[in-house]
């Protein structure tokens, strides 16, 4: 930011409101042996939760932002977008939804008619919205690959008690060490 260009209009997220998600807690779990089907399960769900606390912060402390005054009156806007895969990202579009994309928030920024008192305002939220994308993006993808190895454990936990089944009452037989 520069100091003749004072942000004004846009407040960006601070390491407050990130706390509030008790964000240090997935990262933790990351690192640990996961022995079971369902510790994965959790984790993931604790991944997906995450995420979901992330897009309601953006939803209630951006999003409000990004449409309030001066921001509405530009023929871009910050909008939602949800996503096949259960997830929600912040894009830039056409308040029509005829185009989107950050080229339209670098047409914003290049326009001689966009007030140059607005300028870091505009750079704060696209900043804001990258960082929560990607946060968002990286949430979504770890509980997606959790559950995925939860499935794959299930899948060899399966097959393991088939086989300790079969044998009925004789011993289990450890494999030898090589």
């Known amino acids: 930011m520069t ?38 399960e959790d984790w993931a769900s604790l991944c ?44 830039w579009r056409r308040p029509d939804r005829s185009a989107m994309g950050v080229g339209l928030w670098q047409g914003l920024i290049g326009n001689p008619r966009t007030p140059a008192n607005l300028l870091d305002d505009l750079l704060a939220l696209e900043l804001q919205r990258v960082a929560l994308n990607m946060q968002i993006s990286l949430l979504h993808t770890l509980g997606r690959q959790a559950m995925d190895c939860a499935s794959k454990m299930g899948q060899a936990e399966d097959a393991y008690l088939a086989r300790v089944k079969a044998l009925g009452s004789a011993p289990v037989l450890r494999p030898p060490h090589t």
């Open 3 to 40: 100091a003749s260009m004072p942000q004004r209009y846009f407040r960006p997220l601070e390491q407050q409101d990130f706390l509030r998600l008790e964000h240090a807690a997935y990262l933790k779990g990351l690192l640990k042996p996961f022995k079971s089907k369902g510790a994965l």
């Open 48 to 91: 997906f939760d995450l995420r979901d606390s992330l897009i309601a912060l953006a939803q209630r402390q951006v999003m409000p932002q990004a449409s309030g005054h001066p921001f509405h009156l530009f023929p871009v806007e910050l909008a939602q977008q949800k996503t096949g895969a259960g997830t929600t990202f912040l894009r």
